[in-house]
């Protein structure tokens, strides 16, 4: 296999949002170390007339990557945006292409990204890659016009490798070959997670030492649990649980919502902290004592791992990827997902155990992002058109 990767993905970061798709990021800072890549990302766009040929080039920690726009249309815009996507990045393939023979394309999302990168790699002759990352597939085959798009990806693509076992047993019930689909977890970054001193990183943040606090780290939206999250908070809201703290990392259009219950509660607190740097989530994981992901629908959350790389115990749903990691009671709990009152007691109940922080650490030991970015060169080498 030839050493030349187009990457097309939906998230990237980049100066002004380094936080935003860190976890395609790190694959690609593996993959750098064997292949010459450039990254493709796409942002759609209300207006018409994006053709590819207007798009923006720039460098991000060495990588190179060309931003271009789609046409999205209003309320029905999913269920043309393949065509529209494919229509706009062609030209942009032409050009990367005239400097740059790539010999094999990978996808982070089965569509529209997935559906235009197959299709670009059979015009091109190479192979194709995809690597779905949740909701992409979990949500999507709950529809049943998006599950037929997401089909045309899925047997275009020479290899299909989600992040999570769960998904890889979805992709299989649609027909694609077994021998093409494989998973692999999404990794961790050992030298920016791992055990510090609980008081130090509270005196740093400044949380007092009387507080049991439970962490919500992600983005404030519906997908997220955030309703039955603060259902489960409301009804923990008594005279005994009043050393509880819920802080809230993150953004989104349900932050109204979290602070409308902040408001209402009498003796446990909410406090919203908005986005921090993901330099800084390792000493938030290391003041609290709980995480809490009370998501409807997850792949392969990377801040499960993390949290268990900092010896914290995890509360979280029992969807998706999340219980291929938290795979033995003693390193969390899970609760049924929506089910506020479940998710109370479960909140409860983590606070009152004694957890082995070595054992929550060793769940993950082996779960490197160097050690992803091997097993995908491997999947990568392996293809052949």
């Known amino acids: 296999m030839g050493n030349k990767l187009l990457i097309f993905t939906n998230v990237f970061p980049d100066e002004s949002t380094p936080n935003t798709g860190f976890y395609v990021k790190e694959q690609v800072m593996q993959l750098k170390a064997f292949f010459d890549i450039k990254v493709i990302k796409a942002k759609p766009s209300k207006s018409f007339g994006w053709n590819g040929t207007s798009f923006e080039k720039t460098i991000y920690d060495g990588i190179e990557i060309y931003t271009f726009q789609y046409t999205v249309l209003p309320k029905v815009g999913v269920f043309f945006s393949g065509r529209s996507y494919l229509n706009a990045v062609r030209p942009l393939v032409k050009t990367i292409h005239k400097e740059f023979d790539f010999d094999v394309i990978v996808a982070y999302w089965t569509y529209p990204e997935g559906h235009a990168a197959g299709k670009v790699a059979k015009e091109y002759g190479v192979p194709f890659l995809l690597r779905p990352r949740g909701s992409d597939i979990n949500l999507f085959l709950d529809n049943p016009v998006l599950k037929s798009l997401i089909r045309v990806p899925l047997k275009l693509a020479d290899r299909v490798v989600p992040v999570t076992e769960d998904m890889a047993r979805k992709v299989k019930k649609l027909g694609v070959l077994h021998e ?110 709980l995480l809490c992901l009370p998501s409807k629908n997850e792949g392969c959350p990377n801040v499960v791992l993390e949290a268990l790389a900092c010896g914290l115990p995890v509360a979280a749903s029992n969807v998706g990827g999340i219980p291929e990691l938290i795979n033995s009671p003693e390193l969390g709990i899970l609760f049924r997902p929506s089910d506020a009152g479940d998710m109370a007691r479960s909140i409860e109940d983590a606070l009152q155990r004694s957890w082995d922080k070595k054992r929550l650490m060793l769940r993950v030991a082996q779960q490197s992002w160097d050690k992803v970015g091997e097993r995908l060169k491997m999947a990568i080498n392996g293809l052949s058109v």
């Open 180 to 289: 093409r689909v494989d998973f692999i977890h999404n990794g961790l970054n050992s030298r920016e997670f791992y055990p510090l001193e609980k008081d130090n990183c509270r005196k740093e943040i400044g949380i007092s030492m009387s507080e049991k606090v439970i962490l919500f780290v992600g983005n404030f939206l519906e997908v997220k649990g955030i309703a039955p999250f603060l259902e489960a908070i409301r009804l923990l809201d008594r005279p005994d649980n009043g050393g509880m703290v819920f802080y809230f990392l993150g953004k989104g259009p349900l932050g109204s919502a979290i602070e409308n219950a902040r408001e209402v509660l009498r003796y446990i607190k909410i406090k919203i902290i908005g986005d921090i740097a993901h330099g800084q989530l390792v000493k938030w994981l290391n003041a609290a004592d």
